[in-house]
């Protein structure tokens, strides 16, 4: 059980849902990929691009743009932040049921192990 519980501990290291992993991020796009934002966590605009050609629309049609890009990215990292949260916990409850039984293995050895112990007692009690 033991050894189950270290693999289980070995694949969720492995399983892409570190503790630490990279940084989230999220991207988003708008008027067909002429303008394009990434936000990070804390829900922090990273990086903002905007083609020229947006601008011939005027500054009220560009920054109706920029706002549809930059939600569409806070969206993605919403996204993406919930998946791994999910994920996260799936590993979670895998874990606690692998311990769950470890425990319950672990109190049945030493009910066995008390259990030797009072016959060995008991034999000792007959002889004297």
């Given at each position: 059980m033991i050894s189950q519980a270290l693999r289980t501990l070995a694949a969720v290291r492995?399983?892409?849902?570190?503790?630490?992993?990279?940084?989230?991020?999220?991207?988003?796009?708008?008027?067909?990929?002429?303008?394009?934002?990434?936000?990070?966590?804390?829900?922090?605009?990273?990086?903002?691009?905007?083609?020229?050609?947006?601008?011939?629309?005027?500054?009220?049609?560009?920054?109706?743009e920029i706002v549809t890009a930059v939600n569409a990215a806070v969206d993605d990292l919403r996204a993406q932040a919930a998946e791994r949260a999910s994920d996260a916990a799936a590993s979670s409850e895998e874990i606690s049921a692998t311990l769950l039984g470890l425990q319950q293995e672990s109190v049945r050895q030493m009910e066995r192990f008390t259990q030797s112990l009072n016959d060995v007692v008991a034999r000792f009690e007959r002889r004297s």
């Open positions: 492995s399983s892409g849902v570190p503790a630490e992993g990279p940084p989230l991020q999220g991207e988003g796009q708008a008027a067909h990929g002429h303008v394009r934002a990434t936000v990070v966590a804390g829900g922090r605009l990273a990086s903002l691009s905007v083609d020229p050609r947006v601008m011939r629309g005027g500054s009220e049609a560009m920054c109706a």
